[in-house]
């Protein structure tokens, strides 16, 4: 195929670069991962390009560059020089010059600033305009491009403006589907818009020399885990388990000399647990009752166990004489038990409600709880917490007796969780595993839609194409990264719409060629399917970042 020569112009601060000048250049344009840069091979005779010249160069000018074909020129990009490099044999003298986009901007500041109830669009707005300050206009038509995405609250202290960018580009949404794509354009404007919603103009027909197709299976995930918001508790409306609808109450065991009941004392709902202790000469008083059938709750260190045991306790004496202590014993299903006991300062005052909150697992070191003291349990039997028993103890006071009552017992500060897998893909591929932590989920479901959104979008190999090209003609309508293209290589059974992740564009004077190179991705759309069961009970998003 016959096309023209290249043609390139250049200028910096008010300097137009011959073109005779230009020995090599070469343009590379990035998006959202990374900002676009360029280097120039310049001849420098008579030392034309130095401090001193005629055309000082210097680092801080800022530039342009349009390559293209015959009467068709483009500018490609809008750039700031960032190096300059002088270099010389006895008989050759030249200059290398290079830089970024002004998108280099975008990495100058940070940004200490507390963003509530705010839309993605509004952020990335405020960044531009307060931090960046780059034109995201063309014509009247807004470049910055809404979003269905509103954050309840992102913090940030000393954070870089692109890396906030960044944390919006891959969480926002539109129309279901999760991610959007930002670049700075040849003329120096910022556009913000959802991935894949763009495509080049350019026909590849006929025009790829060269290529490299290849699938890569490093970024595949086949069992994906998801956890949400640390708000499951057990039972769920905290007082099913001392509600009772009968008398004496259901699912409880009364101790050795307690008689238990229901009382309408209470903290929750209509009734607490009872237990009642007449005392003798021979014994002390011991209000003793367990709470059966729990149901195996694991009560460990994996995100998803229970990390406390609530209740609210009351105690009576006909004395009023506070008690030695308070034990509470948990049971695993296989009848292992461990202990914790209260001391009379970790008690209320008689006829007090107090809410008692212990945290569960094993213990590790002698330092692992200041309050409590958790005796010996297996792993195992911690991860299967089938019953507790609470019994409180007085000296023996004949005569006398002892009540307890318990409320609002619960298990809480459990993460939401699920976990989904392909089969076809771990036998194809081996099990390869992703686990996140997504505090807007509140529910199994949620974190269900999310981990199978994730399995979809992970669980097959990613493609990777790169083409290269010395007769592409774009006309002047230059070739953008963000922009998904039509390719079709015959010879691999492969076709459609690839995302151009870079775009490079390479002058070499010596053999008057323009070379373009494309790197293309493709992979399955995220779909935002969880994002639209969160707005099912809430008018927007809750995501909670604090910046470093």
């Not at 237990?275 to 729990?294: F, K, L, W």
């Not at 399955?524 to 910046?547: E, I, N, Q, V």
Request: proline residues 5%.
């Amino acid at each position: 195929m016959s096309v023209e020569i290249p043609k390139i112009s250049v200028a910096f601060g008010g300097y137009g670069i011959p073109q005779g000048d230009v020995i090599q250049c070469r343009v590379h344009l990035g998006c959202t991962k990374e900002v676009s840069s360029f280097e120039l091979l310049l001849q420098n005779w008579y030392g034309k390009y130095s401090p001193s010249g005629s055309i000082p160069l210097a680092v801080g000018m800022d530039g342009s560059i349009s390559i293209g074909r015959g009467s068709n020129v483009p500018q490609i990009i809008t750039c700031r020089i960032e190096n300059i490099k002088h270099e010389s044999t006895p008989t050759e003298f030249y200059t290398r010059v290079s830089g970024r986009c002004w998108g280099e901007r975008l990495f100058r500041r940070v940004v200490t600033k507390i963003y509530s109830d705010t839309k993605g669009e509004d952020i990335v707005k405020d960044l531009i305009d307060n931090y960046v300050g780059l034109i995201h206009a063309r014509d009247s038509t807004e470049l910055i491009e809404d979003t269905d995405t509103t954050y309840t609250k992102l913090e940030y202290e000393n954070t870089p403006v692109f890396d906030i960018l960044k944390y919006i580009a891959d969480s926002a949404d539109k129309q279901g589907v999760i991610g959007y794509d930002f670049r700075i354009t040849p003329d120096a404007k910022f556009e913000f818009f959802p991935r894949n919603s763009k495509t080049s103009p350019l026909s590849l027909s006929e025009k790829i020399e060269e290529y490299e197709y290849c699938k890569d299976i490093h970024g595949i995930r086949n069992r994906i885990t998801v956890y949400g918001a640390a708000g499951r508790i057990n039972p769920p409306n905290k007082d099913t388990w001392t509600d009772p609808t009968q008398d004496p109450p259901e699912d409880w065991v009364a101790g050795t000399w307690t008689t238990l009941s229901r009382s309408t004392d209470r903290k929750l709902n209509a009734y607490s647990v009872q237990g009642y202790c007449a005392s003798a000469s021979d014994h002390r008083t011991v209000p003793e009752m367990t709470r059966q059938n729990i149901g195996a709750l694991p009560c460990s260190y994996p995100a998803d166990h229970y990390k406390k045991l609530n209740f609210w306790m009351k105690w009576l004496n006909s004395e009023n004489y506070k008690p030695w202590y308070m034990q509470i014993s948990l049971y695993s299903a296989t009848l292992e038990a461990v202990h914790a006991f209260l001391e009379p300062e970790d008690l209320p005052e008689q006829d007090q409600w107090k809410l008692i909150t212990l945290p569960l697992g094993p213990k590790h070191t002698a330092d692992d709880y200041s309050e409590t003291w958790w005796g010996t349990m297996g792993h195992e039997g911690w991860s299967q917490i089938n019953k507790i028993r609470f019994l409180i103890i007085w000296d023996p006071i004949p005569g006398g007796n002892g009540t307890l009552r318990i409320d609002g017992l619960h298990f809480s500060e459990s993460r939401w969780a699920n976990t989904q897998e392909d089969t076809g893909s771990i036998n194809a591929y081996g099990l390869r595993e992703l686990a996140e932590v997504d505090e807007e989920l509140y529910s199994d479901n949620e974190c269900m839609l999310r981990a199978k959104a994730l399995l979809a979008h992970l669980k097959d190999p990613a493609e990777h194409l790169t083409i290269r090209s010395t007769v592409i003609d774009y006309g002047n309508t230059p070739i953008l990264p963000a922009d998904k293209i039509y390719v079709e290589l015959p010879n691999e059974n492969v076709s459609g719409y690839f995302r151009i992740e870079s775009v490079e564009y390479f002058v070499d004077a010596k053999t008057q060629t323009l070379e373009v190179t494309l790197e293309l991705g493709r992979e399955t759309p995220l779909l935002a399917d969880y994002l639209y069961a969160l707005r099912s009970k809430t008018d927007h998003l809750s995501r909670t970042k604090m910046g470093r």
